[in-house]
């Protein structure tokens, strides 16, 4: 059982590039989430989403737009990347219901020059 | 709007407890989360506790929850070098599509 998957694990991109991060979950949970991480600023949730087809908007959601086509996978992208970008990205999962927890991702090491 | 916070570092000798806290300000917080998040790692759930319980204990650790001045600590007895990380406290409650607020997360530095 792999959990929550993230692809790619690095990546280095020059300012204007686009590209996608691929979180794929095969526990078939409902919610999933896209966070940023930066140094002393926690974790930011940039979106989430309630199940297959549906996705909405986080606390810092501007240069970032999602995609979920399929239940098991969330989709994260950047269409002309910036260096304020440069974070670690981690996706996690939840099944519906209360009381249960997130299962996180590895993360996204994402360096944007 | 709903906050978290957390003191940001904690250094404790090897064998002595550690007690990470964590206040947060919605009323209608229903689960209180620690995670737990080693180097280079993603963050893993240690322990939760129900807003209308105020203890909870699970070998080392042990969760204390005073609702009505919304504080939230997390005793690790005999903290241990592989305890060194950051501990992030969350909450969570019916009517945000089951988002997490999250704390900033207090780095705990276990000396030998």
């Known amino acids: 059982n792999a959990g929550v998957t993230q692809t790619p694990k690095f990546r280095v991109l020059k300012t204007g590039q686009s590209m996608t991060l691929l979180c794929a979950q095969d526990?078939?949970?409902?919610?999933m989430y896209w966070y940023r991480q930066d140094p002393g600023m926690g974790l930011r949730l940039i979106h989430y989403?309630?199940?297959?087809?549906?996705?909405a908007k986080g606390e810092v959601p501007d240069g970032y737009n999602v995609s979920r086509l399929k239940k098991q996978n969330f989709l994260l992208g950047l269409e002309s990347a910036a260096p304020s970008q440069t974070s670690v990205y981690f996706c996690?999962?939840?099944?519906?219901?209360?009381?249960?927890?997130?299962?996180f991702g590895a993360g996204t090491r994402l360096s944007v020059l | 709007g709903e906050d978290v916070e957390q003191s940001l570092f904690l250094s404790v000798r090897e064998g002595d407890s550690s007690v990470i806290n964590c206040t947060y300000t919605?009323?209608?917080?229903?689960?209180l989360y620690w995670y737990k998040q080693e180097p280079g790692a993603g963050l893993q759930l240690l322990t939760y506790?129900?807003?209308n319980m105020d203890m909870k204990q699970d070998q080392r650790l042990t969760v204390l929850l005073n609702k009505k001045d919304k504080h939230l600590s997390l005793r690790i007895a005999d903290t241990q070098t592989g305890d060194s990380a950051i501990y992030f406290c969350?909450?969570?409650?019916?009517?945000?599509?089951?988002?997490?607020?999250w704390g900033l997360g207090t780095s705990l530095a276990v000396n030998p």
């Open positions: 526990m078939n949970h409902e919610y």
């Open positions: 969350a909450e969570s409650n019916a009517g945000n599509n089951r988002k997490l607020i």
């Open positions: 996690a999962s939840r099944p519906y219901g209360q009381g249960v927890d997130q299962y």
């Open positions: 506790i129900f807003s």
């Open positions: 989403s309630v199940g297959e087809g549906t996705t």
């Open positions: 919605d009323s209608s917080s229903t689960y």
